[in-house]
């Protein structure tokens, strides 16, 4: 059951992608946490993160206020790309970490796993059936005639493993 969840999550993610991908090229799309106990003064407080979709790529971004200037920093590997950026603030720096990862990438990283469940899945059902196991938990039916499994409560067919 957990396992049937976390393949409908991955594959509700790979769609958000697929929709998400396209229209980033025309926008950006996405959505930022900002904390509410950030004091205007002194621009303190806690970091601000936001996370979406500009030109195929998904980008996580960290916005901070620090006190004191770092090095400039990019580094890109292959569709992997690390930022940081800092301007003036108000008082502080204001820091910018971006990482952004091409949407295919992504989208192969999270959908392989769903996709082998995919093609795996029908042929595990088939063998279980075959030795007389319940399909979904691989429980020894022999001699189930109630057509449900015990250890799952999977709906077998009546008579077929007895
Ligand atoms: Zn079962």
Request: aromatic share 8%.
């Amino acid at each position: 059951m957990m396992h049937k969840t976390v393949i409908l999550v991955l594959v509700f993610i790979c769609v958000v992608i697929l929709i998400a991908w396209p229209l980033s090229y025309r926008a950006d799309i996405g959505c930022s946490y900002r904390p509410h106990n950030r004091d205007t003064a002194t621009m303190s407080g806690k970091d601000a993160f936001s996370m979406g979709f500009a030109s195929g790529r998904v980008v996580l971004t960290r916005m901070q206020q620090v006190k004191r200037y770092t090095t400039p920093a990019s580094l890109k590997w292959g569709p992997v790309e690390y930022r940081r950026e800092e301007t003036d603030g108000t008082l502080n720096v204001q820091r910018t970490q971006t990482i952004s990862v091409s949407a295919w990438l992504l989208l192969i990283v999270i959908g392989v796993y769903p996709a082998i469940e995919f093609i795996r899945g029908p042929l595990r059902r088939r063998r279980r059936r075959r030795k007389g196991l319940c399909t979904s938990c691989s429980y020894d039916l022999t001699g189930n005639m109630s057509g449900v499994c015990p250890e799952c409560g999977e709906e077998t067919r009546r008579g077929e493993n007895a």
